[in-house]
């Protein structure tokens, strides 16, 4: 996959040389099952059309430009999560644009002129409700009279989940109350976190219990006690997690792995979110407790 960085005004060197493709255009954060619909047919026209097959997205997230009176957002996929991804579904060509305030005035056809034809794309594919262009004025409709002689447009229809849209919004609301569980209906996999392990101990009969830093871009679950799947070395391990701070630089998990005969150094860790078991029913002053513990804490 090639990753190719825009910030505007663009200079001309960047689109020259350009093979044709097919764009899926939207931000992605999760990269859910909507998402995936989109990908899943932009991907499959590319074959069709033999064009290369192509995702524009933005970083940060539009919201951190057009209010940034509100706090930074926090991603469930932080920017380099969310390439790994697009790399697995074989994206060919990974446009990342800048959202600057200056990007955020361009009107919607000076957006399509300048970033969708220059990079000379044959097809667009997005969702229903996709907007683009200064305060969102452009939107599916007015892409296909924009694109007209230049692009064909393919809008993808609601993907949703019980009557209700599957989106990023929506799986943001699940982790803020703590409802990991459901998370899968709409990711279409568990809420995943990249960690790497600031220190670790072994506990009891094969046992580990180590204390994990995630980045702060991450958005975490409610804080409290959870059922967890870590990956570490290409093996997977039941286990027990909760969170102990979050400052500036991130946050600080606790993680107790069951049943882990792991013996070599871990540096990078995987968790995926299963289950909600109780509130913080932990505080610092009680890791003493869990480390004495044979059994996980459940
Ligand atoms: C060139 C451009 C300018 C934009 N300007 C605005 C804006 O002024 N106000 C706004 O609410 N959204 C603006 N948007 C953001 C879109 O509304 C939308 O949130 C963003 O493109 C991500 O699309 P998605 O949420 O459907 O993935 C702009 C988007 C683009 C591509
Ligand atoms: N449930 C869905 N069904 C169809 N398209 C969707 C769905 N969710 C998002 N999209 C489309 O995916 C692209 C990225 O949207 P984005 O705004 O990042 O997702 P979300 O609405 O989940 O935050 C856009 O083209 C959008 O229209």
Redo the contacts with the bound molecule.
């Keep these: 996959m090639e990753t190719i960085h825009l910030r505007y005004p663009m200079e001309k060197t960047t689109v020259c040389n350009r093979e044709s493709c097919v764009l899926a255009?939207?931000?992605?954060?999760?990269i859910?099952v909507?998402?995936r619909?989109?990908l899943e047919k932009a991907k499959q026209i590319a074959k069709q059309k033999q064009l290369k097959f192509g995702v524009m997205t933005f970083f940060p997230h539009p919201k951190d430009i057009l209010f940034p009176e509100k706090k930074p957002m926090k991603y469930l996929t932080p920017l380099k999560v969310k390439e790994e991804g697009f790399k697995e579904l074989g994206v060919e060509k990974l446009f990342i644009v800048e959202f600057t305030p200056d990007f955020s005035a361009l009107s919607p056809k000076e957006f399509v002129d300048e970033y969708i034809c220059s990079f000379k794309c044959k097809h667009v594919v997005?969702?229903?409700?996709?907007c683009y262009g200064a305060k969102g004025k452009g939107n599916m409709e007015t892409m296909v009279g924009h694109g007209a002689g230049k692009f064909e447009v393919t809008v993808?229809?609601?993907?949703?989940h019980h009557y209700e849209?599957?989106?990023?919004?929506a799986i943001r609301g699940l982790l803020a109350h703590g409802r990991v569980r459901d998370i899968p209906s709409y990711l279409g996999r568990p809420y995943q976190v990249q960690g790497t392990p600031l220190y670790y101990s072994h506990v009891g009969q094969n046992n580990i219990f180590m204390e994990i830093h995630v980045d702060r871009e991450y958005r975490l679950p409610k804080p409290g006690l959870y059922k967890v799947k870590v990956e570490v070395n290409d093996s997977s391990y039941e286990g027990v997690c909760h969170q102990m701070f979050i400052n500036k630089n991130g946050a600080s998990l606790l993680v107790q792995m069951k049943k882990c005969d792991c013996k070599e150094d871990f540096k990078s860790v995987n968790i995926s979110w299963l289950d909600f078991i109780k509130g913080e029913p932990n505080k610092l002053n009680d890791m003493n407790k869990y480390i004495q513990r044979d059994e996980l804490v459940i």
């Design positions: 255009l939207g931000f992605f954060d999760g859910h909507g998402h619909a989109i997005a969702g229903f409700d996709y993808i229809s609601k993907v949703k849209k599957i989106s990023s919004t």
